[in-house]
């Protein structure tokens, strides 16, 4: 057992490795994505840019909570990742996917956040609070916002257009 673990119940350490684990399989998924419209037969680099992003950051969030479990004591137990259902998707439904999954980690994130208060731990939930809750909102709303515009501009041109001028701004 660690010296420095105090006041970090097992409970919260299972928590953050299943967060963990979460965040890997968002990164996973996202790589699918960034990979499949890079395609020769897709060619919509702004998307791949754009969810190649995602998945960068979907590892640095893995690897924050990694070293925040060790900075408490605890142990980082990694677990398989499962592969993506399906990463062949037409761009409104890849951010659709993307949206979805953006709002299973903030329920994982907000469950989270919710043990941390029953075990009356005030540093994860600061750490939670100061560190991922308010860029997942603001992920979840912009995803929603493109999934409305992709729907607006229709299929063809319109993804093309989108692709060009709504995440080519993202550069």
């Known amino acids: 057992m660690s010296r420095i673990r105090q006041n970090f119940h097992e409970d919260v350490e299972a928590a953050i490795n299943d967060q963990i684990n979460l965040e890997l399989t968002a990164m996973y998924v996202y790589h699918g994505l960034a990979i499949h419209f890079d395609r020769d037969d897709v060619a919509l680099d702004n998307f791949s840019k754009f969810f190649k992003k995602c998945s960068d950051e979907e ?16 142990k980082v137990v990694l677990k398989a990742i499962v592969a993506p259902q399906n990463s062949d998707l037409k ?9 979805d999954l953006e709002k ?6 907000l469950k989270l956040h919710e043990l941390a ?10 750490y939670l609070e100061s560190e991922f809750l308010d860029e997942q909102v603001t992920a ?6 493109y ?9 063809g041109l319109g993804e093309y257009l989108f692709d060009k001028l709504t995440l080519g701004e993202k550069d």
């Open 59 to 74: 590892r640095d969030h893995a690897d924050k909570f990694m070293r925040y479990q060790n900075k408490r004591g605890g």
């Open 117 to 126: 208060t029953k075990r009356e731990d005030p540093h994860l939930t600061d």
């Open 147 to 155: 999934i409305t515009n992709l729907d607006r501009n229709g299929t």
């Open 140 to 145: 979840i709303k912009e995803l929603s916002e």
């Open 91 to 99: 761009p409104i439904d890849s951010m659709k996917a993307a949206l």
């Open 104 to 109: 299973k980690v903030n329920e994982s994130l």
